[in-house]
């Protein structure tokens, strides 16, 4: 009677495996640690925080250098009125005057134009400029009143020829010699380039003079002669004409 009562028991229950409980996991396999891959992370940050720096240490690492604020002709200095200081990054490879050398280049001569509002670089300047193909400079003495007040380095300019003859023995003259004086007031050359004129003392003053004022122009190579030879018959004189900055 009892082997029937647990066989009866035993087919009431089901078939179905019997599941864990709840509260029980299943083990999982141990989570591979990558090494490498950790060490390449660690080294790209490094790497950027490296590059990081050096651009903000590149960029405080400035230099106060020589800009030029007006267009300077060949055979031109540079001096106080016609530069300025800006602030560049330092580069090595590029030959930048420093603020604190200004009073040494202005000894120099520019070797060709410069334009105004770029940085000086030692390459622009020499002991001696070049004059470019097809032009010549002259040098001139001019007594007041034979150039414009305020002429400076870099001014266009017009050369006229003018008559030296007093006339003041001759007044009463025909009328053929007025008009031949009057012929000989003619142009030399209509656009010339002051290359050269003293500075203003390093104070600003306008040129006032009793004596001649040198000036060095930039003419076509065919009216340097002309022009030359009116230079030293004292019968030159010196216009302003446009194409000047400021004018």
């Known amino acids: 009677m009892k082997i029937q009562e647990r066989t009866g028991a035993g087919a009431g ?39 990081a720096t050096m651009l903000v240490l590149q960029a405080g690492d400035r230099i106060e250098v020589v800009k030029v604020t007006q267009a300077i002709p060949a055979g031109g200095s540079v001096n106080s009125s016609n530069t300025s200081s800006v602030m560049v990054a330092k580069d090595d490879s590029i030959h930048y005057v420093e603020y604190s050398q200004l009073k040494q280049l202005e000894k120099l001569k520019a070797v060709n134009p ?26 001139l003495s001019l007594k007041a009143g034979q150039y414009p007040t305020g002429i400076k380095q ?54 006032v003079g009793s004596t001649n004022l040198a000036v060095t122009l930039t003419v076509d190579s065919d009216k340097a002669a002309d022009l030359a030879q009116a230079a030293s018959n004292g019968e030159v004189a010196l216009v302003k004409v446009p194409g000047n900055s400021g004018n």
């Open 114 to 139: 410069i334009p105004a509002g770029v940085v000086a670089v030692g390459e622009m300047f020499g002991s001696e400029a070049g004059v470019a193909a097809g032009k010549a400079t002259v040098g």
């Open 154 to 207: 870099g001014d266009t300019v017009a050369a006229y020829r003018v008559s030296s003859a007093s006339g003041s023995s001759n007044s009463n003259s025909n009328s053929n010699s007025n008009s031949s004086s009057a012929s000989s007031n003619s142009v030399i050359a209509d656009s010339a380039r002051v290359s050269y004129v003293p500075g203003p003392k390093d104070s600003g003053d306008e040129i």
């Open 13 to 51: 229950r089901s078939a179905v495996p019997a599941q864990p409980s709840v509260g029980d996991r299943l083990p999982t396999p141990p989570r591979e640690r990558k090494p490498a891959l950790a060490a390449l992370a660690v080294l790209l940050i490094l790497v950027g925080a490296l590059g």
